[in-house]
């Protein structure tokens, strides 16, 4: 299986499967003599980390993560940074009943077909177990980007329950184990969940990031578009079916004088009036907020009895047992802030490389 690999000069490889002894990715590119430790990425794989909360499965793993290389008395040192979670909560014993038929929804059919063989434990390589990865490379991504970048994720809908946005506050993001910034939104979620949740079923959700104090000029015409870039990246995430940067998908019902962001002078600098493009123009950043959001399917695993088939060719009901989130989209939140610290890594050291500075 190829293709396990993402970014040109700030390139991340991951690794494992989602009930194999461990998980693990190596980070490449990474400039030398930057701060890095331990300490430095476990608190957002914490932010990740499954069993949480009732709205989250109930997989119990620490997440502790080990940098293996890369770097020398606290510092990295240019080389290739390799880091290593154990596996330590699996049950293959809950996909006992599934190995022998394809889960709707799931990549099993998928990966079936193209390699001839998959692994069913949990979805083996298709599983968001692999996304651990990625927020420990997103973190190394941020100490690469620097503190004047800062990079926040939040749950704006789940179901058909939207949070009002003249209620966001982002403080109240890490207060509540939805990623929510309107308290307001926080029960009418947690009712609505439980009820799917024990009905056996899964519900989708959106998610939006957003990086403040990202330097204009990030990204290339063409074919190196710094918002083509992102939206593959998010793509990338387990479940997701649709991305959106600024405005987005809204910008079809725009007449074109409500979607130009205006310009003015202000204090000798031009500066926009408003970010309906989401802080990227031309697949070059702008220098305002970089606004992206992404669309979570629903959870495919679930109780609930689903038409498929098995192996051999049999019709049959498929009822996926084991630990889920009833919503995946609540912990892809710290996957997403993690793809886009890594983007932004990338073409920070690629415009380097291009125009000789940072």
Not at 19 to 41: Q, W
Not at 80 to 105: C, H, M, W
Not at 153 to 178: C, K, M, T, Y
Not at 216 to 227: C, F, H, N, Q, R
């Amino acid at each position: 299986m190829s293709y396990n690999t993402f970014g040109h000069m700030f390139r991340v490889t991951t690794w494992g499967e989602s009930h194999g002894p461990a998980i693990g990715c190596v980070v490449d590119g990474c400039p030398p003599r930057l701060a890095l430790s331990e300490e430095d990425i476990q608190p957002f794989l914490d932010r990740r980390r499954p069993g949480q909360s009732s709205f989250t499965t109930q997989r119990r793993e620490p997440d502790e993560v080990r940098i293996c290389s890369g770097v020398f008395e606290g510092l990295s040192t240019g080389t290739p940074i390799s880091l290593v979670i154990e596996n330590t909560d699996q049950r293959s014993k809950d996909y006992g009943e599934i190995a022998q038929t394809f889960r709707p929804g799931h990549a099993d059919l998928a990966y079936q077909t193209k390699y001839g063989i998959r692994d069913y434990r949990g979805g083996g390589r298709s599983s968001a177990r692999e996304t651990a990865m990625r927020v420990a490379a997103g973190a190394i991504a941020r100490r690469v980007l620097g503190d004047g970048v800062k990079i926040r994720g939040a749950l704006v809908q789940i179901g058909q329950h939207e949070v009002d946005r003249s209620r966001w506050d982002w403080s109240e993001v890490e207060r509540n184990p939805f990623f929510a910034p309107d308290p307001g939104i926080v029960p009418i979620w947690e009712e609505y969940l439980s009820g799917i949740r024990k009905a056996g079923s899964s519900v989708g959700a959106v998610v939006e990031i957003v990086a403040e104090g990202v330097q204009p000029g990030l990204g290339a015409p063409i074919y190196g578009k710094l918002d083509a870039d992102l939206a593959a990246a998010l793509m990338s995430i387990n479940a997701v079916k649709a991305v959106e940067i600024g405005d987005g998908f809204a910008t079809a019902a725009y007449t074109g004088p409500e979607n130009a962001d205006a310009l003015r002078m202000q204090d000798g600098h031009p500066v926009f009036e408003t970010n309906h493009a989401g802080g990227i123009l031309g697949g070059i950043s702008t220098g305002q907020p970089i606004v992206a959001r992404f669309a979570v399917k629903p959870t495919s695993s679930m109780l609930i009895p689903v038409p498929s088939v098995s192996l051999s060719g049999e019709e049959v009901q498929v009822v996926t047992k084991g630990r889920h989130d009833p919503c995946v989209g609540i912990r892809a939140v710290p996957v997403g802030e993690a793809m886009l610290a890594c983007v932004l890594a990338d073409h920070l050291l690629r415009h380097r490389g291009q125009v000789g500075s940072l």
